[in-house]
């Protein structure tokens, strides 16, 4: 069983950033794909961006592709999430997620995909 637990959230003016990170406890990290969904009130929990076990595949969601970049440290057990140009409608609490995978270039942008869940963190975004 792997354990997730998001922070970095935050209240942050339109146009500034925010690091999160999800932290994994439990087990091999390094055997994991992973990924950051977002759910806004009254929408359905949506992909974000996705990263490979390796880190050496990366894919993004077209409304946060060349603002966010997901990032991995397998030593430390984390995966990151660094946003940038943050706008209005990225306000939203924000998931992480790992499935096991063993394949090199694996990433999953499907919430099945996904069987750990932290339990999120709220970014807010004010104008």
């Known amino acids: 069983q792997v354990q997730l637990v998001e922070s970095g959230g935050g209240l942050v003016q339109a146009g500034g950033s925010l690091r999160l990170s999800c932290a994994a406890s439990g087990r091999t990290f390094s055997s994991y794909a992973a990924g950051w969904f977002r759910q806004a009130p009254g929408n359905e929990r949506e992909f974000v961006a996705a990263i490979s076990w390796s880190g050496g595949v990366k894919f993004y969601a077209e409304s946060v592709k060349g603002r966010f970049t997901i990032s991995r440290d397998n030593a430390k057990n984390t995966v990151d999430l660094q946003m940038n140009s943050l706008q209005l409608d990225d306000t939203a609490v924000y998931y992480c997620?790992?499935?096991?995978?063993?394949?090199?270039?694996?990433?999953?942008?499907?919430?099945?995909?996904?069987?750990?869940w932290g339990k999120g963190t709220q970014v807010t975004v004010s104008s």
């Open positions: 997620a790992v499935r096991a995978d063993y394949s090199f270039y694996g990433y999953y942008t499907e919430k099945g995909d996904y069987n750990h």
